[in-house]
Each structure stands twice: as C-alpha cells, then as structure tokens.
C-alpha cells in the first residue's frame, strides 16, 4: 500500500471520538479508573512492528502488572499499517492499539482511525515525541547510526564525515536497508538538496552499496562481518549486540537523522479501558524497561542524552507530502538507476 495512495484516500470517517471516552478523562483517580475498567474489559489487541523479543518483554511486564491478557499481532511496519487500514475499511474494528513508527502512525491519524489521549504522560516526553493532535506519542527515538564490525574496520579507517565514505578503501564494504526513504529524504536535504544526492549517486558509482531488507538483518550481518560498515540502523540494535560481546560498534556521522515511533489507541477500539491503559503503562513505567533493554527513550530525562547528536528530527509530514516520489528518487540512487526528478533543498 503507497502512502500516497493513502494520502489520497484519508477521507474516510469512523466515527467520531465520545466525549465519555477513557482516553479523554482527565480527572482526579484517573488511573485507578482505568485499571479497574480495563480489568473487567479483560484483554486487548496489539498490533506492532517492534522486534518480537524486546515486544514480548515489554507485553509480558503489562501482563503481569495488570492481568489483562494482550493479544500481539507483530509484522512489519508496512504490513501493520496495511492491515489496520485494511480491516478498518472493511468495517472490521478488532484492534485497540498499534504501536509502529511515527509515519505510518500519522497516516492513520490521516485516516482518522486513532483517538485522542489526554495521557498525563505525555508531557513527560520531548516536544518531537508528541503530536500535535495527540492521536499518537512516540515511546523511542530512532538514532540512524553507521554500524561496523571490530572485526573488519579499524579505529583508524572509521570515516569522520559521510563524504569520508567515497574513498577507495570502502569500495564492496557498505550496506544499506532498503526502507530508509524518511532517513534519505532528511540527510539530502541536510546537504543541501542537489549536493546532497550527487553525494549518495558518487557513493554508489565508486563504491557501490549493498542493499538489505530489515533493520535487524543488516544488524546481524554485520555481527556476523558479511557487512563490514552497515549505513543505516536504528542505534539500539548494535548497542544491543554491543553489550552482549558481539564484534560491533557503532558511530553517528552528522548529520545524525532521527525520528520516532508512535503508539495510538484506535478509535473503534473494543478494549477502550485496556487499550489506554496499555498506552500510559509503554509512556510511563514501560520507559525504564525500553531503557533496559538499550532502545532509545524518549522521557524528557534522557533530553540530554539526546542532545548530545545535534538530532535533525524527520519532517514527517513533509515526507509524506511527496512520499512516492522520494521513495522513488532513493531506490534510483542506492540501486545505481538514473533519475531526473529534480530534489529541493532544506528549508530552515
């Protein structure tokens, strides 16, 4: 499923949110509501593109904490928002939450099947974290780092700048994962729009770029030193396996492009009590376990964590405003294919 085509089509309404609804009570006792109506709803549905092992941590303390039984549906982000949508147009409404990266969150803000959530967790985020309209807020911030095997790269040949990538000695060495149009879309404008492409279609011609399907794969191709210098990855995965003694680390050239997931309960959500619920707990108390297991919160208290890459967050809906296109314009340029769609510069 495109998003432009679901751009295009965001024109559907399922209703509108009740104003009884539990993802608007704002009122003293607040939680002990929840806990209590969520307990009589008895379960939830979940449909989420987070690695299955971190998911079923994370699913699992909610369980024990609560007693309310969660049942996961995990696939790719794109297969998640395909089936949410799908269903949702077929008048089927058997999923309460969907937690998957922001994009594909604020499309189904577009297809207005989320709900508001006056969480009081939300403030507790970084501003980029949270919607304006509050249908969705992001639990953990994507870094887009260059991992490398130990391995196969030395301290000495580790590239300081992106342009350090168009030397010889990287030639065959690199490799890219295949869904990173937002990650793309940000860095060319970063670089200046028409110098910034010019950058990634010298890379290609001189040293070419291996591409992959699937953050986690790439990770573990580079654990296993098929891949020398993975491109793209979301930070977590090779801190991950940093920590757990594999040969890998990790550095982030700038600019360093970053951007959130997002999680959202459905408007049409048959656990409403339990779905908000679920929600709080991934803002609130889940952020010490993501943290655990080394994603990347997005609680205020790690800002200056945060800080410290000169972050350039992704303009999603600037991405979405001409998605097809860009996605377009990235599979040219990592597969070697000549386009003359013309690139705008960053607006600052």
Request: no cysteine; net charge positive; hydrophobic share 40%.
């Amino acid at each position: 499923m495109a998003f432009g085509a679901l751009a295009v089509a965001a024109n559907f309404s399922f209703g509108q949110q009740a104003s009884t609804s539990p993802a608007l009570d704002e009122g003293a006792g607040r939680s002990a509501r929840l806990a209590a109506d969520a307990k009589r709803e008895g379960s939830l549905s979940l449909y989420a593109s987070m690695a299955e092992k971190d998911l079923i941590r994370l699913v699992s303390e909610f369980e024990r904490r609560y007693g309310i039984k969660v049942k996961v549906w995990r696939s790719g982000k794109n297969n998640v928002l395909r089936r949410t949508v799908t269903e949702a147009r077929a008048g089927r409404f058997e999923v309460d939450v969907v937690h998957n990266p922001s994009p594909e969150m604020e499309l189904l803000h577009r297809e207005r099947l989320l709900q508001e959530v006056r969480s009081p967790y939300a403030r507790e985020l970084i501003p980029e974290a949270v919607a304006p309209h509050r249908e969705w807020a992001g639990p953990r911030v994507y870094i887009f780092v260059q991992a490398y095997n130990t391995n196969r790269v030395t301290p000495e040949e580790l590239p300081k700048t992106f342009r350090d990538l168009l030397d010889p000695r990287w030639k065959g060495r690199i490799a890219i994962e295949a869904k990173e149009q937002e990650w793309f879309f940000t860095l060319v404008r970063e670089m200046g729009g028409e110098e910034g492409l010019k950058f990634f279609r010298d890379l290609v011609a001189r040293n070419g770029l291996t591409v992959r399907n699937g953050n986690a794969l790439l990770n573990n191709l580079v654990v296993a030193g098929e891949v020398p210098l993975a491109l793209t990855l979301y930070s977590y995965l090779p801190e991950q396996s940093r920590k757990s003694g594999a040969p890998v680390g990790w550095i982030a050239l700038a600019p360093t492009v970053a951007y959130t997931d997002g999680i959202g309960v459905m408007k049409r959500a048959p656990h409403p009590n339990a779905a908000v619920l679920f929600y709080d707990f991934v803002l609130s108390d889940g952020q010490a376990l993501l943290a655990e297991l080394n994603h990347v919160i997005s609680h205020r208290r790690n800002e200056p964590y945060l800080r410290k890459f000169d972050l350039k967050f992704i303009d999603i809906g600037a991405v979405l405003a001409d998605y097809d296109r860009w996605t377009r314009i990235f599979e040219d340029t990592i597969y070697g294919r000549s386009t003359a769609v013309p690139v705008p510069t960053a607006s600052h």
